[in-house]
């Protein structure tokens, strides 16, 4: 077997506007499993908004240099000494959550995405831009058959926080839902809730007249832009945007003891006097909620999967190879998006 492997790494912390290829190929020794792990030689890694947050430091690594990439898919080519749950061969995908300590109160109670212990993978451990990975077993995952590896890559970050903030909303059949910001996870989350919640209305916030559109193709029955008024009052908000004031504008959409679910690792700092101008009476008071969502458990994961593979959610693919990591990072900074973007490794 060979010994060395191609990876795309970050040194340090960066800001794309400067620095245009803040990763660099480089060649690396393969890694070794140790216990009760495996050793995947991956095939396809989605590119996500959140290593943009680990680039540009709003979630910084833990450690450098550091291998980015949480939407892992791959074959197992070798596993540890006590690791016996899959064969070498097998396809296994993984996810945000690289590990929990297992021990502590929120991983007792299926809370481990709170767990303070809680590594995740490309950025507290190698992720996916490279040839190979490892990760427990316990944290690898079966990818149901109608998937090929790349279009199960970007399932499992978008597609699967969009699950959790789904379930999170508590909502029950016939509610009506809204999503604020429509990109790859609100798009994701429309199709889970019209499987899921077949009486519910869905209504749309969105900047562009063209998001707005695709919402009503795909089903939303409203769409419009995030500082209207819905034709009727939501039982609950997942919001997806980046910024303050849609959270704002959310709030006078809910309905009394309605929640507003945020989706988002980090906000930005630019419109965050918005929310100097909340009106409490009118917009938080009468038992309404704002819950964010953080991280993932890997029962999201395997549950998402499933559903996934059930209705099915297939998604639109833009796909790059590994050393070309730098422009598919770039193009999702400055929002040249067609599809979610994937780096075919292998
Ligand atoms: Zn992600
Ligand atoms: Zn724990």
């Given at each position: 077997m060979r010994q060395v492997m191609k990876a795309m790494v970050l040194k340090k912390i960066t800001s794309l506007d400067k620095n245009r290829s803040p990763l660099e190929l480089v060649e690396l020794p393969i890694p070794i499993p140790n216990e009760q792990e495996v050793l995947v030689k991956v095939s396809a890694c989605g590119v996500c908004h959140t290593e943009l947050d680990e680039l540009e430091g709003?979630?910084?690594?833990?450690?450098?240099?550091i291998i980015l990439g949480h939407q892992i898919v791959g074959r197992v080519e070798k596993s540890g000494p006590?690791?016996?749950?899959f064969k070498t061969g097998d396809r296994v995908g993984i996810a945000w959550?690289?590990?929990?300590?297992?021990?502590c109160k929120f991983c007792r109670s299926?809370?481990?995405?709170?767990?303070?212990d809680f590594k995740a993978t490309g950025r507290d451990a190698d992720g996916g831009y490279a040839e190979f990975t490892t990760v427990s077993e316990h944290y690898a995952y079966k990818i149901p058959e109608v998937f090929s590896d790349a279009e199960a890559a970007p399932l499992l970050c978008a597609g699967a926080i969009g699950y959790r903030s789904l379930r999170l909303t508590g909502i029950n059949d016939g509610d009506n839902l809204g999503l604020t910001g429509f990109g790859a996870s609100g798009h994701l989350v429309l199709k889970m809730a019209q499987h899921q919640y077949p009486n519910t209305n869905v209504f749309v916030f969105s900047r562009t007249a063209t998001e707005q559109h695709f919402a009503k193709d795909l089903g939303a029955i409203w769409a419009g832009s995030s500082e209207e008024r819905s034709p009727e009052k939501l039982h609950a908000i997942i919001d997806t945007t980046p910024a303050w004031r849609p959270i704002v504008e959310a709030l006078k959409n809910l309905e009394h003891g309605g929640r507003l679910v945020i989706n988002a690792i980090r906000k930005e700092?630019?419109?965050?006097?918005?929310?100097?101008?909340?009106?409490y009476q009118h917009e938080?008071?009468?038992e309404k909620e704002i819950k964010s969502v953080a991280n993932i458990t890997r029962r999201d994961v395997e549950e998402f999967l499933q559903l996934a593979a059930l209705i099915p959610i297939k998604p639109e693919l833009q796909e790059y190879r590994l050393e070309d990591a730098n422009t598919a990072l770039l193009e999702l900074k400055e929002r040249k998006i067609r599809g979610a973007k994937v780096l075919r490794v292998g």
């Open positions: 709003r979630t910084p690594p833990s450690k450098f240099p006590h690791a016996g749950r959550i690289h590990s929990a300590c297992g021990k299926g809370m481990e995405n709170l767990c303070n700092e630019a419109d965050k006097d918005a929310l100097i101008a909340l009106d938080l008071w009468m």
